[in-house]
Structure formats: C-alpha cells, structure tokens
C-alpha cells in the first residue's frame, strides 16, 4: 500500500513558476514508476509527466520543454517544476504510482493516487 499527498499548488500569474511535491509512505517507493496527471472541470485526467525507477523520464507533448519530473528516493519523494505556465495549465494535478518497470501514460496502470492539489493560472 502506498499513500501519496500531494502539496505546492496555488494561483500563480501566466508566465509564472510552481513545484509541485508529492511524498509518499512506505519502504518501496524507489520501485515504482511515478506519474502526474491533471484534470480540468469537464475533461478527463490526462497524463503530464512519469518518472521510472531508472529515472527515465516522459512527459506530455503540452508540457514539454516547460515542465520537469524528478525524484528523491531518500525522501520518497516525486516533484513537478512548471514554469512557463499558460492559463491552459490550470487544473487538479494529481501524483500517481505504478508497478511498471518503465514510464506509462496510462491513467489505468497506476495502482495508487493522491488527493489532488488546485493549480490556477490567471491575471
């Protein structure tokens, strides 16, 4: 069982800066496949950014060259900085895990979630 919480989101200004941290419980973090994925009101979760195991990286095609997934392992923990941040940006951003040895974009192979943390991006 894994128990993730995410923290870092806010209202930031177009063109603005957040990092986004998700910590998670237990001894085994360091084996799975960290995602983060977002909702806006009226869409479905889309896929943002994975981290593997090996620390191979993955992420959107809207976020790219804006957005970096990282991870401590000594702290069991998966960060997201978003920079560049666009009004589009906003929405429920949300840490996941999965067993997959490698980076998935698949809302279904993620086996734990956290709660969700609000990001809105407006003037």
């Known amino acids: 069982q894994v128990q993730l919480v995410e923290t870092g989101g806010g209202l930031v200004l177009p063109g603005g800066s957040l990092r986004l941290s998700c910590a998670a419980s237990?001894?085994?973090?360091?084996?799975?496949?960290m995602g983060w994925f977002r909702q806006a009101p009226g869409k479905e979760r889309e896929f943002v950014a994975a981290?593997?195991?090996?620390?191979?990286?993955d992420a959107s095609d809207s976020v790219k060259g804006r957005f970096t997934i990282s991870r401590d392992n000594a702290k069991n923990t998966v960060y997201l900085q978003m920079n560049s941040l666009k009004p589009e940006d906003t929405a429920v951003y949300y840490c996941?895990?999965?067993?997959?040895?490698?980076?998935?974009?698949?809302?279904?192979?993620?086996?734990?979630w956290g709660q969700g943390t609000q990001v809105t991006v407006s003037s």
């Open positions: 237990g001894r085994t973090f360091d084996s799975y496949t």
């Open positions: 981290i593997s195991r090996t620390f191979s990286t």
């Open positions: 996941a895990a999965s067993s997959y040895y490698r980076t998935t974009q698949r809302v279904r192979e993620y086996n734990y």
